[in-house]
């Protein structure tokens, strides 16, 4: 594309697409015969070739396409007044896929790059067509304004509410599975998963967050030991004590803590007990009652070698 990928746009692009049928998310599979849009991708990894330190993953552009064609508020949007902030600290030079899998035609739309460097960012405006790249900390950087999509291709970085706050009200984020706990605890509402470990990438909607998530907890307390600490994600020592305070015992803290949340949700049947809160759990022992605070998330697995799935999120208007 001839056009720099960069600017502000005057109007956010899915500000036209408010109403509830435009603004779900739908099953899609990516198809390939979009003979259009692969001639455009095969313009674009040309003109990349001009320097070897950028490259293209073809799979993944189509992954981020099929991410747009899932969600009409973004399909039938006019690409130039979308605003997009990507966290590309690891492999600025790498993960440039989105940058190319938005556009509609010449209209693109604006792109602002977080990388780790000021050198890597000179060089996504030299030779990645990129205007708006700059060197930050993904945790505490904060844009002048929130936008329409955030995307974060770091599966280490670290990311905190700040990093949230860049999303606009009603605006998506997509980060790798295993870093979605950030999301789940701010309350941000989980539709779907890009899926790449397929032949033609493709997103699958999901009405039922619980069922997928239990899935990708950690199982063992090995495994809660080591997991890094995250905002709103219990530890082993805040499970430890809450099992110790709900059964008399230390043993098996993963399979009780879970137990435990089971048993705080049946107590708390209501809407309070969502995915990302913190709620109550009241034991009584004679004539003595006893609050134990519940953390309902637990540490997600590391992710699968070379497995690019991307949560996706999206924040709701009271956040």
Not at 46 to 52: D, M, R, T, V
Not at 57 to 63: E, F, I, K, L, Q
Not at 254 to 262: A, C, D, Q, S, T
């Amino acid at each position: 594309m001839n056009k720099p990928f960069g600017g502000g746009g005057i109007k956010r692009g899915m500000d036209v697409f408010d109403n509830a049928k435009e603004n779900k998310i739908e099953s899609y599979s990516y198809p390939d015969e979009d003979k259009t849009f692969e001639r455009t991708l095969q313009e674009e990894e040309a003109q990349l070739k001009s320097h070897p330190s950028i490259k293209i993953d073809r799979h993944m552009v189509r992954a981020f396409r099929a991410f747009r064609n899932s969600v009409p508020s973004i399909k039938h949007a006019n690409p130039e007044n979308l605003d997009i902030y990507l966290i590309a600290t690891e492999n600025p030079h790498l993960d440039l896929e989105i940058t190319r899998a938005m556009s509609s035609g010449n209209a693109i739309p604006n792109f602002k790059v977080l990388t780790d460097t000021r050198q890597e960012a000179q060089l996504l405006q030299k030779h990645g067509g990129i205007q708006d790249a700059f060197k930050g900390d993904p945790a505490r950087r904060m844009l002048s304004e929130p936008v329409d999509i955030v995307v974060v291709m770091d599966e280490q970085t670290n990311l905190t509410w700040r990093t949230l706050r860049n999303v606009q009200r009603g605006g998506w984020l997509l980060l790798p599975v295993n870093r979605a706990n950030v999301a789940r605890a701010s309350g941000m509402r989980f539709m779907g998963v890009i899926e790449t470990d397929k032949g033609y990438p493709s997103v699958r909607q999901e009405r039922d967050g619980a069922d997928y998530w239990k899935e990708k907890e950690i199982e063992t307390d090995e495994q809660l030991k080591n997991a890094v600490k995250e905002e709103g994600v219990v530890t082993f020592e805040e499970a430890k004590q809450a099992v110790l305070d709900a059964f008399n015992t230390t043993d098996n803290i993963v399979e009780n803590y879970k137990r435990l949340i089971e048993m705080a949700k049946e107590q708390n049947s209501s809407p309070i007990a969502e995915d990302g809160a913190e709620i109550n759990y009241r034991i009584e022992r004679g004539n003595q009652t006893k609050d134990i605070q519940v953390k309902l998330l637990l540490p997600l697995t590391e992710i699968e070698h070379n497995t690019k799935d991307l949560a996706i999120f999206k924040k709701k208007e009271a956040i």
